[in-house]
């Protein structure tokens, strides 16, 4: 019995790695199941960030199977000795107290760069040659179980009467700074692109931005990743990154259907 329990944790161990090996080297048939590429400009230092934080735990995994696996096949090789029982160890305690804070006190200073490229520094523009902050390129309002989407109008402000919606569809122009507010009209949502490295709690009652710099053209998926009621599972929209002249018919589409609503009723 201890020998079958000492294999298999030594078989969680070998399998565990080896299967997020086979899929980080995306040989088949676990082609695709690792990360999705990077779209964003500022998606590498978040995948750095994650790398190394699974490289940390990666060690810290295989470290502890191997102890775990070596000692139950060892009693179970020699079952009539009888287990020695330890009531507190000082300096054991002190080890796996201290690595851990070391371990942790390291990733806290370590992600500082990350996390103010993502949620710190707001992008800003130049306008008559000075520094402002970015406006916002469209504004996005989580609802159960949805997102609509607010495109500036003509008048090039968003939250006036000439904004344009949009459900469910996001729609940025390539390779420059995109800012958007998001907010909730019900309950805690979760804005999350995969392709983009980037996640972010929709508060209700809070105003919020995120950024980012898409690279390549494309349909990417967003989905909401905080359980927000029964239709959860189906909160789910696009980001359509496309050329800039892609992106100005697409608004001059959305601005005629708003337009000849009216006319046709
Ligand atoms: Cu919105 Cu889950």
């Known amino acids: 019995m201890g020998r079958l329990l000492s294999w298999t944790i030594h ?3 070998i ?7 086979w899929a980080i080297m995306g040989w088949a048939p676990l082609e695709r199941h690792w990360l999705p590429d990077n779209v964003n400009k500022y998606g590498p230092i978040i995948d750095h960030l994650f790398n190394v934080v699974l490289g940390i735990t990666a060690v810290i995994f295989v470290i502890t199977g191997v102890v775990l696996g070596v000692s139950i096949g060892k009693s179970a090789a020699n079952p009539t000795k009888p287990a020695s029982y330890v009531h507190g160890s000082h300096v054991l305690e002190l080890v796996w107290s201290i690595i851990p ?8 200073f370590y992600q500082m760069d990350a996390w103010a490229q993502h949620k710190m520094r707001y992008p800003t523009e130049t306008v008559d040659g000075h520094q402002v902050a970015k406006k916002p390129h469209a504004r996005l309002v989580a609802r159960q179980f949805d997102w609509d989407v607010w495109y500036p109008g003509p ?3 968003l939250g006036t009467h000439d904004d344009l919606l949009n459900t469910d569809e996001l729609y940025v122009p390539v390779d420059q700074e995109i800012v958007v507010q998001i907010e909730s009209q019900d309950v805690l949502h979760s804005f999350f692109v995969p392709h983009m490295r980037l996640k972010q709690d929709v508060v209700p009652g809070m105003r919020q931005f995120v950024w980012f710099h ?3 053209q494309g349909k990417y998926e967003i989905a909401c990743t905080e359980l927000c009621g029964w239709g959860h599972y189906k909160m789910r929209a696009h980001l ?3 050329t800039p002249e892609k992106y100005a018919e697409f608004i001059d589409n ?3 259907q708003k337009l000849t609503v009216p006319e046709s009723e």
């Open 11 to 13: 078989a969680v161990t």
């Open 15 to 21: 399998l565990g790695t080896g299967f997020i090996i």
């Open 101 to 108: 804070a070391g371990i942790l006190l390291f990733i806290t």
């Open 155 to 157: 008048d090039g402000e």
């Open 214 to 216: 898409p690279i390549k």
């Open 240 to 242: 359509h990154v496309v």
């Open 254 to 256: 959305l601005a005629a």
